[in-house]
């Protein structure tokens, strides 16, 4: 079946950049979308069609895609960073299938 | 503003059924696919079952497929899943998501826990 990898952790101090990956064959043919999770809460739609920002999302949370291989990336980090970051897609087995990647954990030092 | 509620969850045991049930409000539902996505404890997102907008079309992942059935009523802007044959594997909290097309989600409900245990 097909996956989404992401790394399971990522540490950055405030301030700095953070930046997570999300892997997969079929993303040069799909649009990915981030959600944050932060403990006890629902998750919450970060970014769309790769790089696209919902409103109400601050300027510092962006999206880059290259190849098989998209990213999150989160400029200027804050404590209230501090979350899961899932990323998602779907296949192209035409089947609707959604795919969540395993989700990384953000932690701000 | 966009809300939804699931409720339904609890404590059933192996074998056993549960209907879930979001109750939507501040966008016009009968417009959207609303999707149910679960999450086991500690675990990531799982995505389960998704219906038109109409009802006409429901998809359901292979975890669920035989098993759970969702279902809408738009005169009440409501969304259902009714769970048969519950496995311990189906302990989850259940979230309710609208869908945008192709395929994400921009409002999520709070989730309702589900329990299978004896």
């Known amino acids: 079946s097909y996956e989404l990898t992401q790394p399971p952790s990522v540490s950055v101090s405030p301030g700095q950049t953070a930046r997570i990956t999300c892997s997969g064959d079929a993303l040069p043919k799909q649009y990915t979308y981030w959600y944050q999770q932060k403990p006890g809460q629902a998750p919450v739609l970060v970014m769309y069609k790769d790089s696209e920002r919902p409103s109400g999302i601050p300027g510092r949370f962006s999206g880059f895609s290259s190849g098989t291989t998209v990213t999150l990336i989160i400029s200027g980090v804050r404590a209230e960073d501090e979350a899961d970051y899932y990323c998602?897609?779907?296949?192209?087995?035409?089947?609707?299938?959604?795919?969540f990647g395993g989700g990384t954990k953000l932690t701000v030092l | 503003q966009v809300e939804l509620v699931e409720s339904g969850g609890g404590l059933v045991k192996p074998g056993g059924s549960l209907r879930l049930s979001c109750a939507a409000s501040?966008?016009?539902?009968?417009?959207?696919?609303i999707s149910w996505i679960r999450q086991a404890p500690g675990k990531g997102l799982e995505w389960i079952s998704y219906?038109?907008?109409?009802?006409?079309?429901?998809y359901h992942a292979d975890s669920v497929k035989g098993r759970f059935t969702i279902s809408r009523d738009n005169a009440k802007n409501s969304l259902y899943l009714q769970m048969n044959s519950l496995r311990a594997e189906d302990t989850a909290v259940y979230y309710c998501?609208?869908?945008?097309?192709?395929?994400?989600?921009?409002?999520w409900g709070q989730g309702t826990l589900v329990t299978v245990s004896s």
């Open positions: 998602q897609s779907g296949d192209t087995s035409g089947t609707s299938n959604v795919v």
């Open positions: 998501a609208r869908q945008q097309l192709p395929a994400y989600f921009d409002y």
């Open positions: 501040g966008f016009t539902f009968s417009d959207n696919y």
């Open positions: 219906i038109s907008s109409s009802g006409s079309s429901t």
